[in-house]
């Protein structure tokens, strides 16, 4: 990925002050470059993808949501997703639930709920494995306790079937703190990566109280020596922000392969039309395709590219928000990627194959 205008923007302020010498001049020539757009071009892992199949109905009476996909060591396939009732809301009646199958396609067989609460949400698992420890990250929230301060959870288990143990640390990323010289109000949608210096990373949605209008979603980091944590922000948080922009991403699903960070995410509001110049048409949520980004370091990202289209474009079907998503591997490839979907289909969302595509 090449880097362009609006990257240059972020190196315009980290070297202002080193560029004097050049006058005037050079101050206009880059704040200029800031300005200009240019298209977005689909990833080769776009260009992999092949409609799947649209799976795990809810049950009577809730619809599902957000499915985290994992292999055992016998290939059977487990799903950690969040169930809302429809009488409640994910705010503050989300579980996360486990359901097995053999494939993809399913069918899927409801294992029961890893995670349920009165007093606690539950909600956008994402599950990895570290060595002989599986770990689920999510969002929590302690409604009762702190209203709808959504902040970052964190569980481990030796077998997929459990028992799951909360860090004793929950939540290890909390909505507190300071960030940008601005306070921290919001950490959610967590992705968990095992980072090849052996550090462990916790890539998230962040917001803080910085702009007059609240709620522009942030990507952020936190680092820990431990999985269970402490985990410490990154100082240069955020790592990912177009808020001065009026614009946003969120449901970062970060992974590490083939010797490069890469990061998919939902686009909110339109970010490949802000980039672009052009118009922004649409609500915000997934009714748009999908980011992918690439870094060496994992803290500096560049340009996206288009990650993944629209339920439109794979299935033909009534244009809805797919969101949330996460990869299923399979003896260290990418397989297939699963996708959340708001629409009118009792399922948590679809799957895509994911056909040959080799990290670049």
Same mark, same amino acid.
């Given at each position: 990925?090449?880097?362009?205008?609006?990257v240059?923007?972020?190196?315009?302020q980290?070297?202002?002050?080193r560029?004097?010498?050049f #006058?005037?001049f050079a101050i206009?020539?880059?704040g200029?470059?800031c300005q200009?757009?240019f298209p977005i071009?689909e990833?080769?892992?776009?260009?992999?993808?092949?409609?799947?199949?649209h799976?795990?109905?809810?049950?009577p @009476?809730?619809? +599902?949501?957000?499915?985290?996909?994992?292999?055992?060591?016998?290939?059977?396939l487990h799903v950690?997703?969040?169930?809302?009732? +429809?009488? #409640?809301?994910?705010?503050?009646?989300?579980?996360?639930a486990h359901?097995?199958?053999?494939?993809?396609?399913?069918?899927y067989t409801?294992q029961g709920?890893?995670?349920a609460?009165e007093?606690?949400t539950?909600h956008?698992?994402?599950?990895?494995k570290?060595?002989d420890?599986?770990v689920l990250v999510?969002?929590m929230?302690r409604?009762?306790?702190?209203?709808?301060?959504q902040e970052?959870?964190?569980?481990?288990?030796k077998?997929?079937?459990?028992?799951w143990?909360e860090s004793?640390l929950n939540?290890?990323i909390?909505a507190s703190?300071?960030m @940008?010289?601005?306070?921290?109000v919001?950490?959610? +949608?967590?992705?968990?990566?095992?980072?090849?210096?052996g550090?462990?990373r916790i890539? =998230?949605?962040? %917001?803080?109280?910085?702009y007059?209008?609240?709620?522009y979603?942030?990507?952020s980091?936190?680092?820990?020596d431990q999985?269970e944590g402490?985990y410490?922000?990154?100082?240069?948080?955020?790592?990912?922000? =177009?808020a001065?922009r009026?614009?946003?991403?969120?449901d970062?699903?970060?992974?590490?392969?083939?010797?490069?960070?890469? %990061?998919?995410v939902?686009d909110r509001t339109?970010?490949?039309n802000?980039?672009?110049?052009?118009?922004?048409?649409? #609500?915000?949520?997934?009714?748009?395709p999908?980011l992918i980004?690439?870094s060496?370091d994992?803290i500096?990202?560049?340009t996206?590219?288009?990650?993944?289209?629209t339920n439109e474009?794979?299935?033909?079907?009534?244009?809805?928000?797919s969101?949330r998503p996460?990869?299923l591997?399979?003896?260290?490839?990418?397989?297939?990627?699963?996708?959340?979907?708001h629409?009118d289909d009792p399922t948590?969302g679809?799957?895509l194959k994911i056909?040959?595509w080799?990290?670049?």
């Amino acid at each position: 990925m090449n880097k362009m205008p609006y990257v240059l923007c972020v190196e315009f302020q980290q070297m202002n002050q080193r560029v004097q010498k050049f #006058g005037g001049f050079a101050i206009l020539l880059l704040g200029l470059s800031c300005q200009q757009a240019f298209p977005i071009e689909e990833s080769t892992f776009s260009k992999a993808l092949v409609s799947g199949a649209h799976i795990i109905p809810a049950e009577p @009476g809730n619809w +599902n949501w957000c499915m985290a996909p994992i292999y055992d060591e016998k290939g059977k396939l487990h799903v950690f997703n969040s169930v809302i009732p +429809n009488n #409640g809301s994910w705010i503050k009646n989300s579980k996360i639930a486990h359901y097995t199958a053999d494939k993809p396609e399913g069918p899927y067989t409801f294992q029961g709920f890893v995670f349920a609460s009165e007093e606690s949400t539950y909600h956008n698992p994402q599950i990895s494995k570290v060595g002989d420890t599986y770990v689920l990250v999510f969002m929590m929230s302690r409604y009762k306790q702190n209203g709808s301060k959504q902040e970052v959870g964190l569980a481990t288990a030796k077998s997929l079937a459990g028992p799951w143990t909360e860090s004793p640390l929950n939540p290890v990323i909390p909505a507190s703190g300071k960030m @940008g010289g601005a306070n921290i109000v919001h950490a959610s +949608n967590p992705s968990f990566v095992a980072a090849p210096d052996g550090k462990f990373r916790i890539y =998230y949605k962040s %917001m803080t109280d910085k702009y007059e209008k609240p709620g522009y979603r942030e990507i952020s980091l936190a680092v820990s020596d431990q999985i269970e944590g402490p985990y410490v922000n990154h100082a240069g948080n955020p790592l990912i922000s =177009y808020a001065n922009r009026q614009c946003d991403i969120e449901d970062p699903y970060a992974f590490y392969y083939k010797g490069m960070y890469h %990061m998919i995410v939902e686009d909110r509001t339109g970010v490949q039309n802000l980039l672009a110049g052009s118009e922004r048409v649409g #609500g915000p949520g997934g009714f748009r395709p999908g980011l992918i980004y690439k870094s060496k370091d994992g803290i500096n990202w560049g340009t996206p590219e288009i990650g993944y289209q629209t339920n439109e474009r794979y299935f033909g079907k009534k244009l809805a928000r797919s969101e949330r998503p996460n990869i299923l591997w399979k003896e260290g490839k990418p397989e297939c990627l699963f996708l959340a979907c708001h629409d009118d289909d009792p399922t948590a969302g679809y799957f895509l194959k994911i056909n040959g595509w080799d990290g670049k």
